[in-house]
Each structure stands twice: as structure tokens, then as C-alpha cells.
């Protein structure tokens, strides 16, 4: 009974994270994220007038505020009831992710949104919802039944593929987000061509040209200043390193598909990568083609971090699914599976 609703509270704190994730996206798509410029007071004020940009910060900072108090209560209540010592010490990690973040935040504020900040702002917010959504799987109904004897699984070598994947998903935020928070998002206003190239020439020249070309598209206006060099490498690492995550997201998820006869979520796991892969692609060319939308770049962020959280979760299943070396010689499976003993 204990257990069944520990799942449940960790599932919800998993699920209002994910609300806080486009919360906080909003507050940066919408330019909003000085609209209150004092912290950890609002204008002075518990609740100030939810008006503009303040009604975007504001609202993400009680919504945080919410999450951080159910992150609280998680750790106590797994530290309460659960006995596996590494469940135990990955909500002590939670709580903590959530406490930096937190600090993070106020710090962005304070520091009038330095890009390296708000950069880590942003990338550990996708962090912490993996950690949580890594909770709620190991509190499961379906984590706790399994004896993770599949050695079908052991033998398809799909642990090493999709830890791979994770990784490479986990530089990709990271480089959207220096994009967004280095203002590189239309630092290349076409899509699928970079300024009507495959290799944009990138010499001084050139670069004045793109300029020139910016202005009198109507992407940028004189007073946001040049881009500069930077800005669109930055820009293409994301682009060209899109084309390894959906190789790679695609290849892994066939590994799991055919997989599925042995663990039936497999099917569905590699369903969603799929569908959330082709989705990033599609919401990151329309973030281009609409100009920045505001509701289209917060998709696009936030489902970012779905993709990651979800190719988190399929390494993880598969690791409990096919048990450890040692558990498939002793034949013990159950709690002895400490995913960071496989990794
Ligand atoms: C659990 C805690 C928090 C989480 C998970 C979180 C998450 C996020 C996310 C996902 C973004 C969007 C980043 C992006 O789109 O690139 C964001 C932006 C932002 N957050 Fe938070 N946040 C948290 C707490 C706070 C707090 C307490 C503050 C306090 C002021 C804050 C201030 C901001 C600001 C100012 C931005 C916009 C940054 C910019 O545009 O450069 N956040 N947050
Ligand atoms: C293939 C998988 C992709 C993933 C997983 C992905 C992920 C992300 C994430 C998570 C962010 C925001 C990071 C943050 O601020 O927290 C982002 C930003 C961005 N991505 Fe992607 N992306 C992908 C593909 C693409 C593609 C193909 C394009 C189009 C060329 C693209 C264009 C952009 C742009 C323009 C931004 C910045 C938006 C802004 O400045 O508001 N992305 N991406």
C-alpha cells in the first residue's frame, strides 16, 4: 500500500516537473526572464500584480516553488520507507539538483541573464526530470516484479546503444540551449539549407552579407546588433548534430522493437522515441520557418527533454529487464540490480 502510493506521488512529481519544464520555457521564449528583477522576493511582494512578462517569471517561480516542496516531501518519504540505499541516495541527489536549481534561478536574475547561467538553468532542469522520472520508475509496480533474467536482452548489446543515445540526446540540449540563451536561434534564417548552403562560407565578408541579408528579411532589426561568427556555429552544431541524435535515436529504437516479444513496454518505448525524434525535427525546422513562435521553441524545448527522459528510461528498463552479469550467473535478481554498478 505504502509503496503503491510512494509510485504515485513520485509519478506526480514527475508529471508537474515536466508542467515547470514549459513553465520555465515560456518565461524564455516570451523574453520574460527580467520582467521581475528582484529575487527571492517578486517586486518586494509574495504575489505581485500578474501582469505581462511577470505573469510568465512569477508564475514559474510559484510553480517551482511547488515542485521543490514535493521534491522535499518525496526524499523524506523514500528515506522513510524505501530500503534500497541507492533509491535512498538518487532522492538525496534530487533534492539537491532541485536546491541548485533553484539558485540557479535567482542567480540568472541577479546576473541579468548571463547566456553560461541561464544555459545551466536550463540544462539542469532537464537533469532533475530525468532524476525524478528515474524515481518514479524504480518505485513502479512493473520494476519491482521483475527478476531481470532476460538474457535475450543481455545478448542484443542494446545497454551500450542506448547509453549512447542518452549521451548524445544530453549534448544535444545542452547545444540548444547555449543557442537559446546566446540569442543563435536565427543566427541561420533558413532551414533545410544554411543560407541557401550545406557548408555555410564563413568568412568576414560572408558574414556581413548573412547580416545584411538578416535585416532586410525582417529577422533582426539594426538596433539587435551583427551576429557574429559564433553565433551561427553555435546554431549548426545543433543542426548537423540533430541528423546523429535522429541516426542514432532511430537505430537504437529499432534494437528495442525487435526486442519487444521478450518485454511488451519495449514496443511501446521505442514507439515514443520514435514519434518524439521525428517531432523534435519537425518543431526544430518550424521554431526557424515561424520566426522564434513562442508556443513552437517551448514545444521544441520541452519536448527535448521528453526525448531525453524517455531514452533514460528505456536504458534503464533494459538494464532491470536483462539483470546483471552476476545475477544472470547466480540466478538472483530483484534488489541486488543496482543500475550504477552496470553502467
Ligand atoms: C525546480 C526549480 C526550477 C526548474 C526545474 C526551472 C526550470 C526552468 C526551465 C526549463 C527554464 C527554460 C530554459 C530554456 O528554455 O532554455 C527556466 C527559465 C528560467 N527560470 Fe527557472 N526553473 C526553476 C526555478 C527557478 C527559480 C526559483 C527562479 C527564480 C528566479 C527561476 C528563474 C528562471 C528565469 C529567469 C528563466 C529565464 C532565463 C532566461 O531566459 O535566460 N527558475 N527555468
Ligand atoms: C533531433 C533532435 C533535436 C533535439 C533533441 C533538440 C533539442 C533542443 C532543445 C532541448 C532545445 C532547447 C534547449 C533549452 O533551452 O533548454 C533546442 C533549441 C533549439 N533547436 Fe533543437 N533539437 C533537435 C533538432 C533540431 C533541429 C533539426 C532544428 C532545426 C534546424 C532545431 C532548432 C532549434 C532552435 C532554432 C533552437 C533554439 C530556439 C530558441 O532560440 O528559442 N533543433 N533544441
Known sequence: MQTKWLFRFSLFTAISTFCLLIAGGMVTSTGSGLAVPDWPLSYGRVMPPMIGGIFYEHGHRMIASFVGLLTVVLTFWIF??????????????????????????????????????????????????????????????????????????????????????????????????????????????????????????????KIAEYNDHLIKSDVRLYADGPISREQILIHLSHRYWAVVVFGLVLYASWKLWVLRPTEKRFGLLASFLVLMVLTQVVLGAYTIITRKHEIIATAHQSFGAVLLMLSVISLLSVIRAGGTERSQKTGSGGDALVPEKIL
Not at 541573464?113 to 532537464?126: I, Y
Open 80 to 205: 522513510r520507507f524505501e530500503e534500497r540505499r541507492w533509491v535512498r541516495k538518487l532522492a538525496a541527489v534530487g533534492l539537491i539538483a532541485v536546491v541548485i536549481q533553484g539558485l540557479l534561478g535567482g542567480l540568472t536574475v541577479k546576473m541579468m541573464l548571463p547566456p553560461e547561467v541561464s544555459a545551466a538553468h536550463a540544462t539542469l532542469a532537464q537533469t532533475f526530470f530525468c532524476v525524478v522520472s528515474a524515481l518514479t520508475l524504480f518505485l513502479s509496480p512493473w520494476w519491482l516484479a521483475q527478476t531481470g533474467h532476460k538474457q535475450e536482452i543481455v545478448d542484443s548489446k542494446i545497454r551500450r546503444t542506448l547509453a549512447v543515445v542518452v549521451a548524445v540526446v544530453f549534448v544535444q540540449l545542452i547545444l540548444g540551449a547555449v543557442m537559446r540563451h546566446t540569442h543563435s536561434g536565427l543566427a541561420v534564417p533558413d532551414f533545410p539549407l544554411a543560407y541557401e548552403q550545406a557548408l555555410p562560407v564563413l568568412s568576414p565578408e
